[in-house]
């Protein structure tokens, strides 16, 4: 069983302005924000929004780019017992719309930036105002300045009187994670399921406050949101902000000049780093001491030449999912194993189990599931789904692997269509059934097919009817996927075929078609892309 000392993340912030209230929490370009001058800002923000009318229970989704904004709105959120719904910024208008709408959504916090695309939610979706995290133009009874109230002098209402309701097991967050039947779904996660992470990770690794963790990845995802956000902020650590991905020279600037300890990373961003030419400089002054993969596999030729490449600092990978908040293995500084995502994490158990739910023996190769503190409460609104993940505790998680004989885990493969391109998961179906909305469609299947950088490509395969009337070509169906999809999930190539290969049933043989594709010998390379 696994201590809390907090019930929820405000008891987090108010902990830390009370013992170190001077301490930078937030390197922020060339801004600093100390302990105090956060919980202050969250104190001020999660008033108005008391004034506002947002009580216990009630969902607030963001849609917001990495920076302090996002923060202090997910933190003052879940301070009155709200419940923060933090939305990939890369989907388009139909994609947030049948989000909020299926949280129940009261209130959306976005930036300027994503204006095109959710201006008009407020037409179509239950939130009834927009809280915008920059400076906006057109603000009025439905269109919220966030910095007038953070830097406003007006008390919204006295300290202390909006009262801080979480308990721990209280549902704190709902990352939506695709599915294969196509539209996200909603994991429900409580204060228990993401702090359990935190105290995890403080019995298996020792961070102190001198740590310094570097945030580039988005934030709305769960791996970053948990990890690189709100387990430095447990452990009174600092996080140096980054706003974007892009350049990703300024990353690294940061990283040496703001003197970061931690960083973690995605499989692209290592790869990247092993192919790039760094700076002497870097490599004689940086502070890295521990480099941390997750969200995909890293290949054993990646994990050996980053070794050789950065010899001060140790790169751990390790295994999670969003269902699991995220966290549930990783290797340890001690003793790490190649092609291994680790050990479970204290208090977690993993168990490899065969389609009927009997544990198999050490080193056979079955469906990966876990218990522990970290389970998700389930599915929002998913009561089907949520009986096909969750069974007596226990999250199916759909991947196949293996435990050895010192309980590391090897991943073997992953959910049977799952496509999982820079660190992000993509869906086939949710693709196909925006495929299929063409009339002149009779069959499509999407695959995904690794390219020369150990990344995967989005592939489609179009069969159109004998009667198509309009049939569009390559450009003409990317144009239109462009329309109802986020650009990361629009295929790189496709394929147009008399006939797919099916089976009996008629079920397209996505196998097949892989095996098609490889004997092309296509390669796709992405040397210019880093995120």
């Known amino acids: 069983m696994l201590n809390y000392s907090h019930n929820n993340f405000y008891e987090m912030i108010s902990h830390n302005a009370k013992e170190y209230p001077k301490q930078v929490v937030i390197f922020s370009d060339n801004q600093k924000t100390s302990n105090l001058a956060l919980k202050q800002k969250v104190d001020k923000l999660a008033s108005f929004l008391h004034k506002f009318g947002i009580k216990k229970g009630d969902t607030v989704g963001l849609i917001i780019a990495n920076g302090e904004e996002f923060i202090v709105?997910?933190?003052?959120?879940?301070?009155?017992?709200?419940?923060?719904?933090?939305?990939?910024?890369?989907?388009k208008?139909?994609?947030?719309?049948?989000?909020?709408n299926d949280c129940g959504a009261r209130l959306l916090f976005s930036s300027p930036s994503y204006e095109k695309e959710t201006k008009k939610l407020l037409y179509s979706t239950k939130i009834e105002a927009i809280m915008w995290t920059d400076a906006y133009a057109h603000v009025d009874g439905k269109n919220i300045d966030y910095h007038s109230i953070i830097n406003s002098k007006e008390e919204f209402c006295k300290e202390g009187q909006e009262e801080v309701n979480a308990k721990i097991d209280d549902l704190a967050c709902i990352i939506y994670t695709s599915g294969t039947t196509g539209k996200p779904k909603g994991a429900m996660l409580s204060y228990r399921n993401m702090l359990s992470n935190m105290v995890a990770a403080k019995i298996a690794f020792e961070f102190?406050?001198?740590d310094r963790f570097i945030v580039y990845l988005p934030m709305f995802h769960s791996f970053t949101l948990t990890?690189?956000?709100l387990l430095p902020i447990y452990f009174g650590c600092s996080i140096v902000l980054i706003r974007s991905v892009f350049p990703f020279s300024n990353i690294l600037k940061q990283t040496l000049l703001k003197r970061v300890t931690v960083f973690l990373g995605v499989p692209t961003i290592y790869n990247a780093l092993l192919k790039a030419k760094i700076p002497w400089y870097f490599m004689w002054f940086h502070k890295i001491r521990l480099f941390i993969s997750g969200s995909a596999p890293l290949s054993e030729k990646s994990l050996i030449d980053f070794s050789k490449k950065f010899k001060r600092g140790k790169l751990l990978e390790g295994y999670g999912l969003s269902e699991c908040s995220p966290a549930v293995a990783v290797n340890r500084v001690e003793k790490q194993k190649p092609l291994s995502v680790g050990i479970a994490l204290p208090s977690y158990e993993i168990k490899i189990v065969d389609d009927e739910m009997v544990e198999l023996p050490l080193g056979e190769v079955g469906e990966i599931i876990v218990k522990g503190?970290?389970?998700?409460?389930?599915?929002?609104n998913r009561p089907e789904a949520t009986a096909e993940t969750l069974m007596n505790g226990w999250v199916r998680t759909g991947d196949l692997g293996r435990l050895d004989e010192d309980s590391f885990l090897f991943i073997v493969d992953r959910k049977k269509d799952l496509i999982?391109?820079?660190g992000i998961n993509i869906y086939p179906r949710e693709i196909e059934e925006v495929l299929y909305m063409l009339d002149d469609i009779g069959t499509t299947a999407v695959i995904g097919i690794k390219n020369d950088i150990g990344d995967e490509?989005?592939?489609?395969?179009?069969?159109?009817?004998?009667?198509?009337?309009?049939?569009?070509?390559?450009?003409?169906?990317?144009?239109?996927?462009?329309?109802?999809?986020?650009?990361?999930?629009i295929p790189k190539h496709i394929y147009f075929s008399k006939e797919l290969p099916k089976n009996a049933t008629g079920k397209v043989l996505k196998r097949i078609l892989k095996e098609q594709v490889a004997k092309m010998d296509i390669k796709?390379?992405?040397?210019?892309?880093?995120?």
Do not use: W
Not at 93 to 100: A, G, K, R, S, V
Not at 473 to 489: M, Q, S, T, W
Not at 524 to 531: C, R, Y
């Open 420 to 422: 999982i391109s820079k």
């Open 524 to 531: 796709h390379s992405q040397e210019n892309e880093i995120f």
């Open 208 to 210: 102190t406050k001198k």
């Open 73 to 91: 709105s997910f933190l003052a959120v879940t301070k009155i017992g709200a419940i923060s719904v933090p939305i990939n910024t890369f989907l």
């Open 457 to 489: 490509d989005v592939i489609a395969f179009i069969e159109y009817k004998d009667d198509a009337k309009n049939p569009l070509d390559e450009i003409g169906v990317k144009r239109y996927l462009k329309k109802h999809l986020a650009n990361f999930k």
């Open 227 to 229: 990890i690189m956000v």
């Open 373 to 380: 503190d970290c389970a998700m409460q389930g599915y929002l």
């Open 93 to 100: 208008h139909e994609e947030f719309e049948h989000i909020l």
